[in-house]
């Protein structure tokens, strides 16, 4: 078994020793020195190795095998040259064949072959056999004697490039050696600089750190004496009215000290800065409550940049509402107090409504429109500054400023900045509502506190226009319809005209105590009256559309196919308008005619300005409104009126027209009707009890008529009268009589002498034209029946309480119509009843002999009295 182990052993070893003669992995010059090395130890005498042996016997049996001498096989092969020389071709071939036998697991640096071969033994059941092991050791050390061989030929073939590889790297070796003496000597010198610029730098910092501190020692110096000038750079600032710079500096000089709270002379400088800034905020306010009556755009952006820096302006835009509403009732109250009678210091002792009260009626108009000019002053200066914000808004939202602000602040920033003009915005909207219903309720009591029924009718006119035109202003402002202003100008306008119509009354009745009863020959169509100057075409065209209806057999009336008299005439041209109100600039609102220096009430309230107002300021009322150039002719009949001619398609005959007689009486009566024409625009919901009242007009002249000539009637009158006579009078004596404020009959001294001279008939001649008055008053009237049923408008509930509707005006003029005729029978029955003595005619008649033989060849003598008459 020893001897066995033993084998083993060294079959490993020559295995290994195959191993390692691996071409290395190392360099040339690394394997060429350990060969050497290997050499100086083969070299060693063969002595030593059997001395050693000899010490050791017990050993023998586990000692390594000593190690194949491959340098000096190749000695032995230079020696043995020569006797080789005819066996080389051989040896060559079988090297190969060596070297290609060679398995590929012994050039493997990490493979066990030594454990290999144990296995290559044991398959082929050779393990303990010896010969088969020597067997194979031989071929083990042929092969690594070939391999050796081969690894030493190579390495003499590259022994030339090995030198010139050691030539270079000592060429390397004596560079580098160079290089470091050379780094050395720059390390060397590098220390010394700094150590120099060390100390250097020191001295320059020393100085810099110095000159630094003197530098802020300086400004500390400068900037306390800034703050000592503080108030003379402020004063010059707000003298100069730059609020912002005047802001900025406090709050810069507020931060410096806070800065230099240290000191003690900035101490009491902070207190005096507070203090100034506290003062300067009060004199900001101060210049804010002007701007309700003293709006600037610079001025106001100056304003709103300082309460920008103080961060104040949500609270400056409150201040600001609160500047306007307190504006109104100051401007108010300084407004009455300038057209009272009483003292100042009285005044400020009276409320609002005991002051309005104080004005006395020959300056009610005037203190009405300066009250007016002063409100409109305020809303001006509101309406720019809610412009002033939006164009501001918009400015702000243009693509390069926007863009360029955006890049400058933050997103909170600019949240903010879009919250506060959320604000703002919603502040102004609403606000303007609370600015007008204030105004609005300041002149509702003026109007309701005053007197407005002892008002005469061309100063009545004139504040109803004023409120037309004020109530136009709220539109513009804030699309409000003033429903509270126009229901407290209803209340007053009713009132007033209720006594107007009462005085309209009476001054008919003076009227009829001094009429003449002469007709006036100039008289063609009511048109042509001074009054009617504004209804001309409008009651032309719906006189024409009635009798194109009327020619047509259409049964329906012309207002009702067009209600509210919508579609009588359009508004293309009015003679009413002024030219302010009908060129293209006076299209504009007033908000652009009109500045805070001018106003919509300046100029006086003249007879343009009231006719601009009465058309051009009631809502659904433009259709009514007349062609200037058939207007402004006052001499040119027209179309419709009687004894004009018709254009367009004509009647199939032409009727004949009655005379028209009209007296001053009758004429006073349409005066006073185209005056209520005036009201009905004006007053256009109280339309129905005007235009009632219109007919009490008529019923009054007509039931005046009648019992003026008829009073003498010599026989029963219920004989003559009609039925429908009969009730008309005594409705109108039930309705109208006790409405009067004079004492009824009416006087008739200036008819009375002719109604019993016999030379006259009788007055038969004035009996005439009175009764041939009422009979054109009523035809005249009618003329307006379309018209005034397109101001009455369809609906049943516009009539109010004593309203007449289109029914109760159609049923009314038809029924007017047919008994006015039946009043000349009773007035002419007075002059025919007296005129012939009929009982003398009849006795007369009694004396005469009827027999042939008696008659005379002359007629006789009741005959001539018959006849003289």
């Not at 490993?12 to 060429?32: A, Q, S």
């Not at 290609?100 to 303990?128: C, M, P, V, W």
């Not at 270079?168 to 720059?186: G, K, P, Q, S």
């Not at 009618?782 to 369809?794: A, I, K, P, T, V």
């Amino acid at each position: 078994m020893e001897k066995v182990e033993e084998i083993k052993f060294k079959v490993l070893e020559l295995i290994n020793k195959k191993k390692e003669v691996k071409i290395p992995k190392m360099g040339f010059t690394d394997y060429y020195v350990q060969q050497q090395q290997v050499a100086r130890v083969a070299a060693t005498p063969a002595s030593q190795g059997a001395h050693t042996k000899a010490t050791a016997p017990g050993s023998a049996a586990t000692a390594p095998l000593p190690e194949y001498d491959w340098a000096d096989e190749i000695v032995g092969r230079g020696r043995g040259t020569g006797e080789q020389a005819g066996s080389d071709s051989e040896q060559a071939a079988s090297d190969q064949e060596v070297l290609e036998s060679t398995e590929a697991i012994y050039f493997d640096g990490g493979s066990n072959t030594g454990l290999h071969e144990l296995r290559k033994l044991s398959e082929s059941g050779q393990l303990l056999d010896c010969g088969s092991i020597e067997q194979s050791m031989g071929v083990l050390r042929r092969q690594h004697r070939v391999i050796s061989k081969k690894v030493l030929q190579l390495i003499l073939e590259q022994r030339a490039a090995c030198d010139g590889e050691f030539q270079r790297i000592r060429d390397t070796e004596r560079l580098l050696r160079d290089t470091v003496t050379m780094c050395r000597a720059a390390r060397t010198k590098l220390d010394t600089s700094k150590l120099l610029l060390t100390t250097t730098n020191l001295e320059i910092l020393a100085a810099y750190k110095k000159r630094q501190t003197l530098v802020n020692l300086l400004r500390t110096l400068n900037a306390l004496k800034s703050m000592r000038s503080i108030d003379q750079r402020l004063q010059r600032r707000l003298t100069d009215a730059d609020y912002g710079g005047a802001i900025a500096i406090l709050l810069e000089n507020k931060n410096l000290s806070q800065r230099f709270h240290q000191y003690r002379c900035v101490e009491s400088l902070s207190h005096k800065l507070q203090d100034t800034l506290l003062l300067t905020e009060v004199q900001l306010e101060s210049v804010l409550g002007e701007m309700p009556s003293e709006f600037e755009p610079a001025r106001y952006q100056k304003l709103q940049e300082a309460y920008q820096l103080l961060g104040k302006q949500l609270i400056a835009m409150d201040q600001l509402h609160m500047n306007f509403v307190s504006s109104v009732h100051t401007a108010a109250f300084t407004v009455l107090r300038q057209h009272m009678e009483v003292s100042v210091e009285e005044s400020k002792k009276l409320t609002y409504e005991q002051m309005c009260e104080c004005v006395p009626m020959d300056r009610y108009v005037h203190c009405l429109t300066e009250l007016c000019r002063a409100f409109w002053k305020i809303l001006v200066s509101y309406h720019q500054i809610r412009c002033w914000h939006q164009n501001r808004c918009l400015y702000e939202k243009a693509p390069g400023c926007g863009e360029a602000e955006a890049g400058t602040g933050t997103s909170s920033d600019r949240s903010s900045a879009a919250f506060q003009q959320e604000y703002i915005r919603q502040k102004l909207e609403s606000g303007q509502f609370r600015l007008w219903n204030d105004i609005q309720a300041k002149v509702c009591v003026f109007i309701g506190s005053g007197r407005l029924h002892a008002l005469k009718y061309d100063q009545f006119v004139q504040v109803l226009a004023i409120v037309q035109r004020l109530k136009k202003v709220g539109g513009e402002f804030c699309d409000s319809r003033s429903e509270k202003l126009l229901g407290a100008m209803q209340r007053q306008s009713m009132e007033f005209f209720r006594r107007y119509h009462a005085a309209c009354l009476e001054e008919i009745g003076l009227f009829f105590d001094h009429e003449v009863w002469v007709p006036i020959g100039s008289f063609h169509d009511v048109t042509q009256l001074q009054e009617y100057r504004n209804f001309r075409h409008a009651l032309a065209r719906t006189a024409a559309a009635a009798a194109s209806a009327v020619a047509t057999g259409s049964s329906s009336v012309v207002a009702r196919a067009s209600p509210a008299g919508t579609d009588l005439l359009p508004d293309s041209a009015s003679s009413l308008h002024s030219q302010d109100e009908s060129s293209l600039y006076g299209s504009c609102g007033y908000f652009l005619r009109f500045t805070e220096k001018s106003s919509p009430f300046d100029g006086g309230f003249d007879s343009t300005m009231l006719e601009e107002d009465i058309l051009a300021g009631i809502a659904d009322e433009s259709s009514y409104y007349c062609s200037e150039d058939s207007s402004d002719n006052s001499n040119e009949q027209p179309a419709g009126s009687p004894g004009s001619p018709r254009h367009g398609p004509a009647a199939p005959a032409a009727t004949p027209q009655p005379p028209l007689v009209v007296v001053n009486t009758s004429l006073t009566v349409l005066r006073c009707i185209g005056r209520y024409l005036y009201f009905c625009k004006l007053l256009h919901p109280i339309t129905p009890q005007i235009v009632r009242s219109m007919a009490e007009l008529i019923d009054y002249y007509l039931y005046s008529v009648h019992d003026l000539f008829s009073a003498d009637l010599p026989v029963p009158r219920d004989n003559l009268a009609s039925g429908r006579l009969r009730a008309a009078l005594q409705r109108i004596q039930t309705e109208l009589l006790p409405k009067l404020r004079r004492v009824w009959p009416l006087s008739d001294e200036m008819v009375r002498p002719d109604l019993a001279d016999p030379d006259t008939l009788y007055g038969l001649q004035k009996r005439i034209v009175a009764s041939e008055s009422c009979v054109t008053l009523v035809a005249q009237f009618r003329q307006m029946e379309s018209y005034l049923g397109g101001l009455l408008g369809g609906g049943a509930t516009d009539a109010g309480e004593d309203g007449w509707t289109q029914g109760a005006l159609r049923e009314y003029l038809a029924h007017t119509g047919e008994y006015v005729p039946d009043v000349r029978k009773p007035i002419f029955m007075c002059s025919t009843a007296r005129v012939i003595d009929l009982q003398a005619v009849l006795n007369a008649m009694a004396k005469v002999k009827w027999d042939v033989n008696h008659v005379n060849v002359q007629h006789s003598p009741y005959i001539d009295t018959i006849n003289r008459v």
